[in-house]
């Protein structure tokens, strides 16, 4: 059986959603394309844009990763522009967005009301509340490594709609297949059922 990795930067993995770093070439597999908080030059914002919008290409599957990040030095207001043009971007050639959010989950609650595609927050590792505040504005949540071992954690999966989540690896050594195993037993289906059900979200981002 494969398993769709959602989010990854590794290119030899085929089944999934490789994450696009700055200036690269786009891969020939399914991709995303962003302006990442840590990767905004505010001397050269024009150039990242039109390298961004020239490098969409057939197997752009996501706009992402992009967002906000109340650690990232640069000012809060340009990471909400920077944001917002690839919100834009997004509801123009009709692509589901995946969000990178470090302390901002209400601020990008916020700035969901301006898009019309889906969002999907990647690597999803905070807490119930907020688990609950973004499942009931209509976001995606995908999991990661961290569901291996943190409790609380694997408690937020157990509760998250079936039809609403991923999972990934991000940059983390490992294989997806040991994150299906351990979500197909927290959410109690079999592995085929969530396998089936990841692969019907994928559709329905897909298709707005």
Same mark, same amino acid.
């Given at each position: 059986?494969?398993?769709? @990795?959602?989010?990854?930067?590794?290119?030899?993995?085929?089944?999934?959603?490789?994450?696009?770093?700055?200036?690269?070439?786009?891969?020939?597999?399914?991709?995303?394309?962003?302006?990442?908080?840590?990767?905004?030059?505010?001397?050269?914002?024009?150039?990242?844009?039109?390298?961004?919008?020239?490098?969409?290409?057939?197997?752009?599957?996501?706009?992402?990763?992009?967002?906000?990040?109340? !650690?990232?030095?640069?000012?809060?207001?340009?990471?909400?522009?920077?944001?917002?043009?690839?919100?834009?971007?997004?509801?123009?050639?009709?692509?589901?967005?995946?969000?990178?959010?470090?302390?901002?989950?209400?601020?990008?609650?916020?700035?969901?009301?301006?898009?019309?595609?889906?969002?999907?927050?990647?690597?999803?590792?905070?807490?119930?509340?907020?688990?609950?505040? !973004?499942?009931?504005?209509?976001?995606?949540?995908?999991?990661?490594?961290?569901?291996?071992?943190?409790?609380?954690?694997? @408690?937020?999966?157990?509760?998250?709609?079936?039809?609403?989540?991923? !999972?990934?690896? @991000?940059?983390?050594?490992?294989?997806?297949?040991?994150?299906?195993?351990?979500?197909?037993?927290?959410?109690?289906?079999?592995?085929?059922? !969530?396998?089936?059900?990841?692969?019907?979200?994928?559709?329905?981002?897909?298709?707005?």
């Amino acid at each position: 059986m494969d398993f769709f @990795d959602f989010h990854h930067h590794k290119k030899y993995i085929r089944n999934g959603i490789y994450n696009l770093e700055i200036n690269q070439i786009p891969p020939d597999c399914p991709y995303s394309i962003g302006i990442h908080p840590h990767d905004i030059d505010i001397t050269d914002i024009e150039k990242q844009f039109s390298w961004m919008k020239d490098m969409i290409f057939q197997n752009c599957f996501a706009i992402g990763e992009c967002g906000l990040d109340s !650690l990232v030095s640069i000012d809060q207001k340009i990471q909400e522009e920077v944001f917002l043009r690839q919100i834009r971007i997004a509801n123009e050639i009709k692509k589901p967005m995946i969000i990178h959010c470090v302390r901002k989950f209400y601020e990008v609650i916020s700035l969901k009301k301006k898009a019309d595609q889906p969002m999907i927050i990647h690597g999803f590792n905070k807490k119930h509340q907020i688990a609950e505040d !973004l499942l009931a504005n209509n976001f995606y949540l995908s999991f990661g490594k961290a569901v291996l071992y943190n409790l609380s954690l694997q @408690d937020i999966l157990k509760k998250a709609p079936l039809d609403k989540i991923f !999972l990934e690896t @991000d940059n983390e050594d490992f294989n997806i297949e040991e994150l299906y195993h351990k979500a197909s037993e927290i959410k109690k289906i079999s592995l085929e059922h !969530l396998n089936e059900q990841i692969l019907e979200n994928l559709h329905t981002i897909k298709n707005g």
